[in-house]
């Protein structure tokens, strides 16, 4: 089971690097925090996944401190986000910047989504990966 739970670490990190880079292109410069964020979790994820391929045990809980630490942070910002886009939609804003900041709102609510996902995998076959690993 530590070999699947190894991919989707990979699969992690290499969505959230491109979601970084997806970022920078929709909303320019603004996107430097999402790109740092995709990023250097991209890398984390590859690494834990890496490790976690072969049989080491400490991969295994970089992952998934990883996708804790990324659900609070991307689940900030993607709530920063909204409440953002809320404020732009009733204040009658240009339709450019209200499209750019609901592409930033999707992209990181996307982000979330996957995070969560990966949490839920990681601490549900948490047991069998502790005992298949060292």
Partial sequence: MHKNISYLYAFFGIFLII???????LAGEQANTA?????VGGI??????HFLNRGHRWGFYLGTVEAG???VLLGWRSGTYFIHLLEMVRGQQEAMSTQTAG???LLTTAMLVITLLTLTVSIMFSKQVLTETK
């Fill in 19 to 25: 979601c970084g880079f997806v970022a920078v292109d």
């Fill in 103 to 105: 592409m930033a709102f």
């Fill in 35 to 39: 790109l740092i964020t995709g990023t």
């Fill in 44 to 49: 984390l994820g590859l690494t834990a996944g």
């Fill in 69 to 71: 630490i990324l659900t």
